[in-house]
T-cell receptor, first 114, second 112 residues
Framework: GAGVSQSPRYKVTKRGQDVALRCDPI?????LYWYRQALGQGPEFLTYFNYEAQQDKSGLPNDRFSAERPEGSISTLTIQRTEQRDSAMYRCASSPKASAHEQYFGPGTRLTVT | GEDVEQSLFLSVREGDSSVINCTYT??????LYWYKQEPGAGLQLLTYIFSNMDMKQDQRLTVLLNKKDKHLSLRIADTQTGDSAIYFCAETVAAGYQKVTFGIGTKLQVIP
């Protein structure tokens, strides 16, 4: 079956622009997670949802970052007024239950802010 | 707070065993995970263990947990070139088991 997909795979944007990153989880999966991974680092937790409810957004770096999952399926991570330090790989994962035990990761979106 | 530490690099010969080590700091009940990341790919869950277990074995993979020292290891028997990848140790905290903290990753190089 289809895995987790993310779009776009690559995004280059100018500083100050807003970007929206999309995650399509595996159909029927309950929870959805967003991570940011800098080069040479492990993924850093940003936020997660169970169904449409955002359960924990403590990892979002500042109020320029927001995420939504309005119908409990597709999720969008939005970064407003992008800065060069936002450049990273943004990864999405989904899980069939409300736990992190079986996270299936997407390929990621490589964001470059120039 | 949670913190997960790993060594950065390990090199082994094909057919030997690999042992990748990790230390964690959270002392509450927790799940601990090993993920594999191949070049250009997403992360793949290899195995996980709950903190009340000492060992878990799955084919060529053996996970050992020393709760006293907060030390986790992943042993790969008969290491193959296809095992070359970055291996991430990760943990979740007791509240909900959904916020995952990853280590920096250990790059395993398998020499033919």
């Amino acid at each position: 079956g289809a895995g987790v997909s993310q779009s776009p795979r690559y995004k280059v944007t100018k500083r100050g622009q807003d970007v929206a990153l999309r995650c399509d989880p595996i159909s029927g999966h309950v929870s959805l997670y967003w991570y940011r991974q800098a080069l040479g680092q492990g993924p850093e937790f940003l936020t997660y949802f169970n169904y449409e409810a955002q359960q924990d957004k403590s990892g979002l770096p500042n109020d320029r970052f927001s995420a939504e999952r309005p119908e409990g399926s597709i999720s969008t991570l939005t970064i407003q007024r992008t800065e060069q330090r936002d450049s990273a790989m943004y990864r999405c994962a989904s899980s069939p239950k409300a736990s992190a035990h079986e996270q299936y990761f997407g390929p990621g979106t490589r964001l470059t802010v120039t | 707070g949670e913190d997960v530490e790993q060594s950065l690099f390990l090199s082994v010969r094909e057919g030997d065993s690999s042992v990748i080590n990790c230390t964690y700091t959270d002392s509450s009940s927790t799940y601990l995970y090993w993920y594999k990341q191949e070049p250009g790919a997403g992360l793949q869950l290899l195995t996980y263990i709950f903190s009340n277990m000492d060992m878990k074995q799955d084919q060529r993979l053996t996970v050992l947990l020393n709760k006293k020292d907060k030390h986790l290891s992943l042993r790969i028997a008969d290491t193959q070139t296809g095992d070359s990848a970055i291996y991430f140790c990760a943990e979740t905290v007791a509240a909900g088991y959904q916020k995952v903290t990853f280590g920096i990753g250990t790059k395993l190089q398998v020499i033919p």
